[in-house]
């Protein structure tokens, strides 16, 4: 029933079936939570921090597809990479940016991300590996099913009541050119591909 409804895809991530899904392997154990993050880059790390403090008896992960914290600061790596707007703004209003560079580098900006992370036990709550391919909703049971394709081949299957989708605003398997086409160019990768139909999204602001 779960996967007759209202089926959403993930950004830029090819929708398999159920029978797809568990073709690589199997299907682990379903999970339940309260709340599922999906990514661990600045919004996912912020939107737990706050879901922590503010509804502290609500069970959560954070689903990320890589392997490692940061989204963005980890992925873009050329020499010189840095952030646009001013990490006094950009950062965390519960962990202020003590950086000595308002226009900070990207390295730096990782660091802060992996501090924050660990200093308030997030990292600890993430589940790498984890891509999610599919969600589908349940208003009989008021909860989201969620599947997300591991590495070793399995789908892993979760339940929670909300999910909050903080998978930023491009593709991370491959860059879109112009017109459609996948294109490998690192500029293009950085380039916008909206994502599709979201639940709750974060965009990452000035004003956490
Ligand atoms: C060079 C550069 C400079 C920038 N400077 C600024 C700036 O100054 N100010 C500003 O506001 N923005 C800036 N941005 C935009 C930047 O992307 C955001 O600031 C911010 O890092 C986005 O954070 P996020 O957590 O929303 O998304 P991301 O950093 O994109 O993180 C999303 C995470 O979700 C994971 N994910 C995605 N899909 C799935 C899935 N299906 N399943 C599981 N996990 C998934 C990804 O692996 C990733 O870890 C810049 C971007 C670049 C490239």
Redesign the pocket.
Known sequence: MYFEREVVS??G?ATPTLHDSMSGGGVRRTERFDVLI???????IGAAYHLQAECPSKTFTI????NAIG???DL?RYPG?R???DMYT?GYRFRPWRGAKAIADGPDILNYLRETAHEYGIDRKIRFG???TRASWSSEEAAWTVE?AGRDGNTAQFVCNFLYM?????D?VEGTCRGGRACTNIAAA?STRRSGPKIWT????ASW
């Open positions: 993930m950004a991530i999906v990514g661990a880059g600045l919004s996912g689903l990320e597809s890589r989204g963005t600061w873009f990479v952030s646009d707007s950009l984890h891509q999610v997300a903080c998978s930023g605003y491009y991370y950085s974060t965009k990452a602001s």
